[in-house]
């Protein structure tokens, strides 16, 4: 599309065409008016300037809809809020967290509602109409792209090792067959039946098998009274045990002795978590730093 000569244009050419555009408009004085009116009228043809048009209206009707937010930097945990993560802290609504557990949960809500909205004022959110959390893990990576972790000298890793040996350690297990939970009398009336081999069938198939079940873990599940019992019944011989359920018909079948591990056996998988750790600790640390210029506001 052809576009008429701005000043700039007509001052630079040569001397002799000035003088002979000057002559021919002499006629006519309403001639640049007429080459103006023209200009406009195919502009305004023009399909990009109707889109153009139509996305300014378009932005200016949002901009009055969806004003943006007076704070920005101002994040609020409402007591609805709170509850929710009170009640969704255990599915089966029978225990609450404590307050620390509540606080670490609410501080985890807190960073991703930051990483979303740093994530939004960067950008990244653009084409893409994904949920909040979708936004926040794309902050996630781009904290996490920006992290360099050297590897651990050794006497960083031996330091850590000590103080997270726990972790790599074999555990004492056990292994055991146990009989759903019901009365104590019920309960003695089942031994008596396996002992004399004249269980019922559906005793058989309610008694489970429980194998390599860590120590540590059993008194979480049946209580601290059973895990003693259970550890001094002799092995193969069934017992009546109490747990924190009821009373079951009890097992033991093996126990193993657990083992210490030692650095140098797991040092490539230690080496790979403490690089993990030092990796997410540096990314939270930056989480922090963003956070200085946000308020937290609680409901009371």
Same mark, same amino acid.
Do not use: C
């Given at each position: 599309m052809s576009m008429p000569a701005t000043s700039n244009e007509v001052q630079s050419l040569p001397r002799t065409e000035r003088?002979?555009?000057?002559?021919?408009?002499?006629?006519?004085?309403?001639?640049?008016?007429?080459?103006?009116?023209?200009?406009a009228t195919r502009l305004l043809r023009e399909p990009l300037l109707h889109f153009a048009l139509l996305g300014a209206v378009i932005f200016g009707v949002d901009a009055?809809?969806?004003?943006?937010?007076?704070?920005?930097?101002?994040?609020?945990?409402?007591?609805?809020?709170?509850?929710?993560?009170?009640?969704?802290?255990?599915?089966d609504k029978v225990r609450t967290p404590s307050n620390d557990q509540l606080q670490k949960m609410i501080d985890s809500w807190v960073a991703s509602e930051i990483l979303y909205r740093e994530g939004k =004022?960067?950008?990244?959110?653009?084409?893409? $109409?994904?949920? @909040? /959390?979708?936004?926040?893990?794309?902050? *996630?990576?781009?904290?996490?792209?920006?992290?360099?972790?050297?590897?651990?000298?050794?006497?960083?890793?031996q330091?850590?090792?000590?103080?997270?040996?726990?972790?790599?350690?074999?555990?004492?297990?056990?292994?055991?067959?146990?009989?759903a939970p019901t009365d104590q009398t019920t309960a003695q009336r089942q031994l008596e039946d396996i002992v004399?081999?004249?269980?019922?069938?559906?005793?058989?198939?309610?008694?489970?098998?429980?194998?390599?079940?860590?120590? =540590?873990?059993?008194?979480a599940s049946f209580g $601290?009274?059973? @895990? /003693?019992?259970?550890?001094?019944?002799? *092995?193969?011989e069934w017992k009546v045990l109490r747990s924190k359920d009821g009373w079951h018909v009890a097992r033991?079948?093996?126990?193993?002795?657990g083992t210490l591990a030692s650095l140098e056996t797991v040092r490539?998988?230690?080496a790979r978590i403490w690089h993990t750790e030092e990796t997410r600790k540096l990314a939270w640390e930056a989480v922090k730093r963003l956070k200085t210029s946000y308020q937290v506001r609680y409901e009371q």
């Open positions: 003088s002979n555009q000057s002559t021919d408009a002499a006629p006519g004085a309403t001639q640049p008016s007429r080459s103006i009116i023209a200009a009055l809809l969806h004003p943006p937010a007076k704070d920005e930097k101002l994040i609020t945990v409402t007591k609805a809020m709170r509850q929710s993560f009170i009640e969704n802290f255990d599915e =004022a960067l950008g990244v959110d653009r084409g893409d $109409e994904m949920i @909040r /959390d979708r936004i926040a893990f794309k902050m *996630q990576l781009l904290i996490f792209d920006q992290i360099r972790v050297q590897q651990p000298t050794d006497e960083q890793l330091a850590w090792f000590a103080e997270n040996h726990a972790r790599f350690d074999e555990p004492e297990r056990v292994s055991f067959y146990i009989t004399q081999q004249h269980e019922t069938e559906d005793l058989q198939q309610q008694t489970r098998a429980i194998l390599a079940r860590p120590v =540590a873990s059993l008194a $601290e009274e059973f @895990r /003693d019992a259970l550890l001094t019944i002799p *092995q193969g033991l079948d093996s126990r193993r002795q490539d998988e230690a």
